[in-house]
């Protein structure tokens, strides 16, 4: 098990160094020692984890073990159609096929770039771990080794879709890391950002015990109008946000809730009952989520034309 040092930090939307615990919470995945505070800011109401890891401690965050540096089976029919069961989930449209140059930060092991390879896109990403990027590398993708920094690295508006799923609740300014986004993007060009949904009635359910907090590792917890007014602020036009329809965070949360009061749930049987909830229940799932009731959003965007 391992301690993260951590380190006072201000509001990183407006620069306030004011703010109220909203909840306490230990890492749920991963065992890192010690208890984490999600706080509000008292001026802008964004909320954060707040004290965080110091940035040298961050890599300490992330074991190999990290879902997203895994690279999937698809060598069935089964897997294949997860995948594509997955895309309609996150984004909210069947997919389609398409040309152009696409950038994906936080790509991990490349699945995300390989659907989109298939579709038609020359497909790029930048990704911190190298095992994962090694992982992507196998499968003939071009990724970099690196974090959203590293995006300042790249020519400006040169990439007609940009993808940064489950990222920017990572990355110590959100701000600056959606600037870069835009500095790189053609003008015209869609950005998809995908975050967890603070807002989310599942959240206030299960307080501590909700799985998406994943403390430390998220430094920012957003609801929809604060994500898309940074978006705002940082020259995108949002054209709308998807909330995802999916039960799985619930069985995790669920999970978790019930092993702090002494009643173990096997895992597997909770996933598979949830995932063919999901399946059965889908469009009862979509009327729900559709009133901000899910626990992760999709934002779609794009950069005005020239």
Not at 170 to 176: A, E, G, L, M, S
Not at 239 to 247: E, M
């Amino acid at each position: 098990m391992t301690t993260v040092p951590l380190i006072e930090v201000e509001c990183a939307i407006c620069g306030s160094s004011d703010s109220e615990p909203l909840l306490e919470a230990g890492d749920n995945e991963h065992d890192l020692v010690g208890s984490f505070i999600v706080a509000r800011c008292e001026r802008c109401g964004h909320t954060f984890t707040n004290p965080r890891p110091t940035p040298e401690s961050v890599p300490d965050l992330y074991p190999d073990s990290y879902s997203a540096f895994t690279a999937p089976n698809r060598s069935s029919r089964l897997a294949r159609a997860k995948s594509w069961y997955a895309y309609v989930t996150q984004f909210g449209q069947r997919p389609r096929r398409r040309t152009g140059r696409m950038l994906e930060v936080g790509c991990g092991a490349g699945a995300n770039l390989r659907r989109h390879r298939d579709l038609g896109l020359d497909v790029v990403g930048i990704e911190p771990s190298a095992g994962a990027a090694a992982r992507a590398g196998a499968d003939g993708l071009d990724v970099i080794v690196g974090t959203d920094e590293n995006v300042a690295d790249l020519d400006r508006e040169v990439f007609d879709v940009i993808h940064a799923l489950m990222v920017v609740e990572h990355v110590p300014d959100p701000r600056r890391t959606l600037q870069r986004l835009f500095d790189v993007t053609a003008p015209g060009g869609v950005v998809a950002i995908s975050t967890p949904n603070f807002d989310c009635r599942s959240r206030r359910r299960f307080g501590r015990h909700w799985f998406p907090l994943q403390l430390p590792r998220h430094f920012h917890h957003f609801d929809a109008d604060r994500l898309c007014s940074l978006l705002d602020d940082t020259g995108w036009v949002v054209d709308r946000v998807w909330y995802q329809p999916t039960l799985t965070d619930t069985g995790k949360s669920l999970r978790l809730a019930a092993a702090d009061r002494g009643v173990p749930l096997p895992g597997r049987a909770v996933k598979l009952g949830f995932n063919l909830l999901d399946l059965l229940a889908f469009p009862l799932i979509v009327a729900v989520t559709r009133t901000r009731g899910a626990s992760r959003m999709t934002i779609h965007a794009h950069k005005p034309a020239a």
